[in-house]
């Protein structure tokens, strides 16, 4: 029993905003709400943190006069986050009910475990490796940065 994170767009209604989409995240699994006073609230999932569970973290700052109740409630199973121009809507599931809370802001903590390692990064070539090498070698001998400067500078036909 993990967490599972989908994320989905907003269905828009009216005609005249056919091009503007809500950005919306959807979270399952069991989390705990904290209390961190002056209406800022802390939502984590209870799970351990690993591949199949990751270690989301939601901070939320409740708007004004919004009853926290169902942040309170002790086993709370989905949450979807809605960001608009004028707030956030955040609707909460649990077994203590439903229902729909105001939030002046949301932050989202997703951390990414490994990265750098599932990213496209550029990689050389055996005749640009060799060339960087020579480079970085002709750099450390004495005077050698002056005959590289020499050679970058010379004009060739």
């Known amino acids: ?39 800022l609230w802390q939502v984590t999932a209870r799970a351990p943190a690993g591949p199949a569970s990751p270690d989301a973290e939601l901070y939320l700052r409740i708007a004004a006069g919004t009853d926290p109740a169902l942040l309170r409630q002790p086993d709370i199973r989905r949450i979807e986050v809605a960001w608009h121009a004028d707030g956030v809507a955040v609707n909460v599931a649990g077994t203590g009910g439903a229902g729909v809370l105001e939030a002046s802001s949301a932050i989202l903590h997703e951390p990414r475990h490994r990265l750098y390692e599932a990213l496209p990064l550029a990689g050389f070539d055996a005749s640009a ?29």
Not at 7 to 29: I, Y
Not at 130 to 155: D, S
Request: proline residues 6%.
């Open 1 to 39: 029993m993990g967490v599972r994170l989908g994320v989905e767009a907003a269905r828009v209604t009216d005609c005249d905003e056919g091009m503007k989409s809500t950005p919306r995240r959807t979270l399952t699994g069991p989390f705990l709400a904290r209390d961190l006073g002056g209406g």
């Open 129 to 157: 490796r060799r060339f960087w090498r020579r480079v970085f070698l002709l750099v450390r001998l004495p005077g050698g940065r002056y005959l590289l400067r020499l050679i970058a500078q010379r004009k060739r036909p």
